[in-house]
Structures are given as structure tokens and as C-alpha cells.
């Protein structure tokens, strides 16, 4: 058994997605572990349409396993999010192949940039730069281009490069045992608005689907795609982020400077920042646009935005994911379960009772998870009571013949 491991998100699944696990199959592959972040994601947002029926995609799609990134490292950033995910990858005892999309697609590249970035040069660098009020992107790929070279730093463009690096890092900081391997991105690059190669990007296909334009269905394998339209059928999809602005609103409104203080990546006062934001802002974009500056990124502010309405602090995020949350497997992925009994680091929660005899810490993160799912359940076109968390029941999805 070669059991390979994947950290993604799935927001939804594409072609792209089902292009990446046939190639992760064809390097040797004979089991795959989706470790997928649940109802929000790292762009800070709720997902398109709800974890379990994006965890049935992913195993129409070529998956055997699906495991539940949770909150808060789901909605992230980048190091974090990473190191999450291969804490719980190696967490299953079994997984020997972690593979990556990758637009340069050199595994050996990649590894030699995680190795430099670690130098005391570039780290000295880095805090420069960062003190000038360059934004961490920015700041990263010029201090790699002043140490490492203008081949090394170019790693640092692409956004799948960049969290490339992050997951490298990660499993040096983590002591893994886990064999990377990257896999070349084809098609559209990350948040392209075209499609190329047949293949089209998360961020394009979510607007095509959002104003209901047919073309989003040959950008997916026909079970996926199968699997979308019933849940827009059903008004589960697609989740709008804008059915929670003014409930976002209304949280951040009663939130004083001391409480945003208490965010994960908060710094140099950007706390005043969000409040006096907050407090002019009638709407999400209005808000996003006066907190930015050339020093905090969109990305980071909407992150922040988010971790302020679902309740994520710096303390939460400073704890370890605490278990293996199964969202759906099929007949390999039966095999992967079973195997786990015996090698899993971390308790594996197939069902909600199996959080009840884990740690305090354990159980509010299942509570974080459950209340966000509430709030989630908001955005839905048909909107639902409390409780989703509970009821929604494992996929158990079936192999093709």
C-alpha cells in the first residue's frame, strides 16, 4: 500500500483537482488522503457549497479518504494552514507521499528554496524589509531575490509555489516522515479568470456557478458535476457570503480594539485599524477597502474579518489540531480506516458522540467547528436551523466498477 496524502480545499472540485490525483496515481499512488478544510476557507469566506457534499465530490474524483481540516486552520494563514495539514496527515501513521500542485512542478526546486529561506541572511533580511512596511509577500520574494538569487525567488511568485514552500517547511519543522512530490500545475493559474486546457480555475468556475452559467459544468468530472447540480436543487448551493455582511457587521460593530487585539496575526496596531474600519464601514467592501493598506494585504484583512465574526483568538490558533475528523471514504478508503486503528497518532471521530471523551482543548475546537457551521448554514439559499454539525451523516461513497 503507497498511501498518498493532499492538503486542498476543493472550493469545488474541478477538472484541475481530478487531473492532480490521476497524476498523484500514476507516480505510484494506490490510496489518497484528502485532508480538506471544512465549511470556510483560507481566502477568508465560507466555502461555495457544505464539506460533505464537496467531500462526496472529492471522492467521485479520484479520493479514498476524506479527513476535515478544521477551524481555525482552515481559514488561515499560509504557515498555518500547512502546518495543520501535514500535522494531521501524519497524524493517520500511514501516509509516505505528500503531493502538491506546483507551477514550476520541481520538487527538487522547491526543497532547495525551503532549505535557503531558512538562512540567518534571509531571516535578517526579511525582519528589514518587514520593518520598511512591506507586506509579508512582498517582503519574502525581495529578501529571497537580495540572498538567494533572481532562480529562487521567482518560487515565491506563484501562489501555489508559495504554499508549496510552506508545506516543505512544515515537514522539516515537523520532523515528518513524509516524502514530498510536486505536481505541475496545468491550465488556468490560481484566481485566473480564463480557463485553459480544458482546466479552469476554482476562483472562475465559483463565478460562473454564482451567476448560474452552464459552462461551470464542463469544467468538472460529470459525477462532480452531478453532485452540484443536486445540491442547487436542493438551495444548499451556491453559499453567498453576502447573506452574512450585515451579521458580520453587527458583530464587529460591538467589538472594542482590546477584543481585536486577541486575533490570530494581529500586530504594530492594526487592531485601531479594523475598529475605526468597522465603525464608518455600511458594508463588507467598504470595510475591506478602508482597513487595507499597501502593508496589510486584502487577504490578510478578510481573514481577519472572518476570525473576528467566528471567534478564532491567538490562543485557539496556538493549539495543535487535536483529531482525524472523517468526512467520507469509500472501499480504499475503508482499508486507509482500518489500518489507522493501529497507526493513528490522533483519535479519529467518525461521529459527533466521539468527541465527548477527548481533552477540553479537543472539544472546543469541535464546538468552534459546530458553531461556525451554524453561522455557515446562513449563507445557504434555503437557510437551516442550528445543529448541521450533528446530523449530517459520513459519505460513504461507492468505486466505479
Same mark, same amino acid.
Given at each position: 500500500?503507497?498511501?498518498?496524502?493532499?492538503?486542498?480545499?476543493?472550493?469545488?472540485?474541478?477538472?484541475?483537482?481530478?487531473?492532480?490525483?490521476?497524476?498523484?496515481?500514476?507516480?505510484?499512488?494506490?490510496? =489518497?488522503?484528502?485532508?480538506?478544510?471544512?465549511?470556510? =476557507?483560507?481566502?477568508?469566506?465560507?466555502?461555495?457549497?457544505?464539506?460533505?457534499?464537496?467531500? #462526496?465530490?472529492?471522492?467521485?474524483?479520484?479520493?479514498?479518504?476524506?479527513?476535515?481540516?478544521?477551524?481555525?486552520?482552515?481559514?488561515?494563514?499560509?504557515?498555518?494552514?500547512?502546518?495543520?495539514?501535514?500535522?494531521?496527515?501524519?497524524?493517520?501513521?500511514?501516509?509516505?507521499?505528500?503531493?502538491?500542485? *506546483? !507551477?514550476?512542478?520541481?520538487?527538487?526546486?522547491?526543497?532547495?528554496?525551503?532549505?535557503?529561506?531558512?538562512?540567518?541572511?534571509?531571516?535578517?533580511?526579511?525582519?528589514?524589509?518587514?520593518?520598511?512596511?512591506?507586506?509579508?509577500?512582498?517582503?519574502?520574494?525581495?529578501?529571497?531575490?537580495?540572498?538567494?538569487? !533572481?532562480?529562487?525567488?521567482?518560487?515565491?511568485?506563484?501562489?501555489?509555489?508559495?504554499?508549496?514552500?510552506?508545506?516543505?517547511?512544515?515537514? #522539516?519543522?515537523?520532523?515528518?516522515?513524509?516524502?514530498?512530490?510536486?505536481?505541475?500545475?496545468?491550465?488556468?493559474?490560481?484566481?485566473?479568470?480564463?480557463?485553459?486546457?480544458?482546466?479552469? *480555475?476554482? *476562483?472562475?468556475?465559483?463565478?460562473?456557478?454564482?451567476?448560474?452559467?452552464?459552462?461551470?459544468?464542463?469544467?468538472?468530472?460529470?459525477?462532480?458535476?452531478?453532485?452540484?447540480?443536486?445540491?442547487?436543487?436542493?438551495?444548499?448551493?451556491?453559499?453567498?457570503?453576502?447573506?452574512?455582511?450585515?451579521?458580520?457587521?453587527?458583530?464587529?460593530?460591538?467589538?472594542? $480594539? !482590546?477584543?481585536?487585539?486577541?486575533?490570530?496575526?494581529?500586530?504594530?496596531?492594526?487592531?485601531?485599524?479594523?475598529?475605526?474600519?468597522?465603525?464608518?464601514?455600511?458594508?463588507?467592501?467598504?470595510?475591506?477597502?478602508?482597513?487595507?493598506?499597501?502593508?496589510?494585504?486584502?487577504?490578510?484583512?478578510?481573514?481577519?474579518?472572518?476570525?473576528?465574526?467566528?471567534?478564532?483568538?491567538?490562543?485557539?490558533?496556538?493549539?495543535?489540531? $487535536?483529531?482525524?475528523?472523517?468526512?467520507?471514504?469509500?472501499?480504499?478508503?475503508?482499508?486507509?480506516?482500518?489500518?489507522?486503528?493501529?497507526?493513528?497518532?490522533?483519535?479519529?471521530?467518525?461521529?459527533?458522540?466521539?468527541?465527548?471523551?477527548?481533552?477540553?482543548?479537543?472539544?472546543?475546537?469541535?464546538?468552534?467547528?459546530?458553531?461556525?457551521?451554524?453561522?455557515?448554514?446562513?449563507?445557504?439559499?434555503?437557510?437551516?436551523?442550528?445543529?448541521?454539525?450533528?446530523?449530517?451523516?459520513?459519505?460513504?461513497?461507492?468505486?466505479?466498477?
Amino acid at each position: 500500500m503507497q498511501v498518498a496524502g493532499i492538503i486542498a480545499e476543493y472550493n469545488p472540485f474541478h477538472n484541475g483537482h481530478a487531473y492532480h490525483i490521476a497524476q498523484v496515481r500514476r507516480a505510484g499512488a494506490t490510496h =489518497v488522503i484528502a485532508v480538506m478544510s471544512g465549511n470556510f =476557507v483560507q481566502r477568508g469566506e465560507p466555502a461555495i457549497l457544505e464539506k460533505h457534499a464537496r467531500a #462526496e465530490m472529492a471522492l467521485y474524483g479520484g479520493a479514498d479518504l476524506v479527513l476535515e481540516l478544521p477551524m481555525p486552520w482552515c481559514c488561515a494563514r499560509a504557515q498555518d494552514f500547512a502546518g495543520a495539514g501535514i500535522t494531521l496527515l501524519q497524524a493517520t501513521g500511514c501516509v509516505q507521499l505528500l503531493a502538491f500542485g *506546483s !507551477e514550476c512542478g520541481d520538487t527538487g526546486r522547491l526543497l532547495q528554496a525551503a532549505q535557503a529561506l531558512e538562512a540567518p541572511q534571509v531571516k535578517e533580511c526579511l525582519r528589514g524589509l518587514l520593518a520598511q512596511g512591506l507586506p509579508l509577500p512582498a517582503a519574502r520574494e525581495r529578501a529571497a531575490a537580495q540572498c538567494l538569487g !533572481e532562480e529562487l525567488s521567482s518560487l515565491l511568485r506563484g501562489a501555489n509555489d508559495t504554499l508549496a514552500l510552506e508545506y516543505l517547511r512544515a515537514l #522539516e519543522r515537523l520532523n515528518a516522515f513524509i516524502r514530498p512530490l510536486a505536481i505541475r500545475r496545468t491550465g488556468a493559474m490560481h484566481d485566473a479568470e480564463a480557463g485553459t486546457d480544458g482546466f479552469c *480555475s476554482a *476562483s472562475r468556475l465559483r463565478s460562473l456557478i454564482h451567476k448560474g452559467a452552464p459552462a461551470w459544468e464542463h469544467a468538472m468530472p460529470a459525477q462532480v458535476a452531478a453532485i452540484l447540480r443536486r445540491e442547487i436543487a436542493a438551495r444548499k448551493a451556491p453559499v453567498d457570503y453576502c447573506a452574512l455582511e450585515t451579521a458580520v457587521l453587527a458583530r464587529l460593530r460591538r467589538m472594542p $480594539p !482590546e477584543e481585536w487585539a486577541l486575533l490570530p496575526d494581529i500586530s504594530e496596531g492594526l487592531e485601531h485599524r479594523l475598529y475605526h474600519a468597522t465603525h464608518s464601514a455600511t458594508s463588507l467592501e467598504e470595510l475591506l477597502t478602508a482597513a487595507k493598506t499597501k502593508r496589510y494585504t486584502l487577504a490578510r484583512i478578510r481573514r481577519l474579518v472572518l476570525h473576528a465574526f467566528l471567534g478564532i483568538t491567538q490562543e485557539v490558533m496556538h493549539l495543535p489540531p $487535536p483529531y482525524l475528523r472523517v468526512l467520507g471514504f469509500n472501499e480504499r478508503g475503508q482499508e486507509l480506516l482500518r489500518q489507522m486503528r493501529t497507526t493513528a497518532t490522533l483519535p479519529v471521530i467518525l461521529r459527533a458522540c466521539d468527541v465527548q471523551p477527548l481533552s477540553p482543548e479537543a472539544r472546543s475546537i469541535y464546538r468552534l467547528g459546530a458553531e461556525a457551521t451554524d453561522l455557515f448554514a446562513l449563507a445557504m439559499p434555503h437557510k437551516y436551523p442550528c445543529g448541521l454539525e450533528q446530523t449530517q451523516n459520513i459519505v460513504r461513497a461507492r468505486l466505479s466498477p
